[in-house]
């Protein structure tokens, strides 16, 4: 007689950690080998990464010099995206103002991440009254354009770019909380939670070790389409002068201040424009690869 309970038995046939953590790396590398679009999404990502992080060093000029003979030339090779109103380098400033679009993204993707997964899955797990209140404060919040309640909130809480970021977090994780909320109800079903049950796992258990892990591809997924959203709201809030404050090099705030030169020198509020552009459509790209990569339901035919 086997005296080798089921649970003992995976733990044997089951490969080590971190022998399977380089497996699912190494097929998640060859899928994206086969997304050219994607690669290229993730290398713009990337590089943005880079520039953040050695702003100071890869900046040709101080941001915030301000060198009125120079004020308003056109790019050049010496400044390659020209000038603005105080005779700053727009390229230096838009290298700075990169770690401040970095830094909205994530501060706000760690915020929406745990709060619309926790709510989405305790409300898809426990359902009845629990999912009710949950799903209905949800949809109060999904009620109001985001652009608007963020525009509320910072308002309320005053012009700064930790107030931004509060806003925009306060306006974004309903979506989350709804898809975690569909995955769920679906995961909640499956053969592993009836087993995990009847082996008399706590509910607690089951939804943070079986229901949680699985909501989480697709979490990851959805945040990612999300953070083109996060940097054009950030990028609203500092234009109407409610993110980051001058002279900080933010992308919003700079078209703003270059709109009244827009007609005569074009590139004070075009440069920042086709950053905010780019960032935003390698998030979007690099958001609908992992879709195809992590959820084979999406993949393309």
């Not at 709510?119 to 209140?133: C, L, T, Y």
């Not at 075009?270 to 950053?275: E, L, Q």
Request: glycine share 8%.
């Amino acid at each position: 007689m086997n005296n080798v309970l089921p649970s003992d038995a995976a733990t044997l046939v089951a490969p080590p950690l971190a022998t399977r953590f380089w497996l699912s790396l190494r097929r998640t590398l060859a899928k994206l080998a086969e997304e050219p679009l994607g690669l290229v999404g993730f290398i713009i990502i990337g590089i943005l990464l880079v520039v953040a992080l050695f702003a100071p060093l890869i900046a040709p000029f101080d941001p915030a010099a301000q060198t009125l003979s120079n004020a308003l030339q056109p790019p050049s090779w010496t400044h390659l995206a020209g000038t603005d109103e105080f005779g700053r380098d727009i390229f230096s400033r838009l290298i700075h103002g990169s770690r401040i679009t970095i830094q909205t993204i994530f501060s706000v993707s760690i915020i929406v991440g745990p709060i619309g997964l926790a709510i989405g899955v305790v409300a898809g797990f426990f359902g009845g009254r629990i999912d009710a209140i949950l799903m209905r404060a949800t949809d109060i919040v999904l009620s109001f354009p985001s652009l608007i309640l963020a525009l509320a909130f910072a308002a309320a809480l005053g012009a700064s770019l930790s107030t931004a970021i509060i806003a925009i977090s306060l306006t974004a994780w309903p979506p989350i909380a709804r898809l975690a909320r569909a995955e769920a109800l679906v995961v909640r079903n499956a053969d592993y939670v009836a087993a995990a049950q009847l082996y008399g796992a706590s509910p607690m258990r089951i939804l943070f070790f079986y229901i949680a892990p699985m909501c989480i591809p697709s979490v990851i997924v959805r945040l990612t389409l999300n953070m083109a959203g996060i940097i054009l709201t950030a990028a609203s809030l500092g234009f109407l002068g409610l993110g980051a404050q001058p002279p900080a090099p933010e992308w919003g705030a700079m078209i703003s201040s270059g709109r009244k030169f827009m007609l005569d020198y074009w590139w004070v509020a075009v440069m920042p424009g086709i950053a905010i552009l780019l960032t935003s459509l390698a998030f979007n790209i690099v958001g609908d690869t992992l879709r195809d990569i992590l959820d084979p339901r999406h993949a393309r035919s």
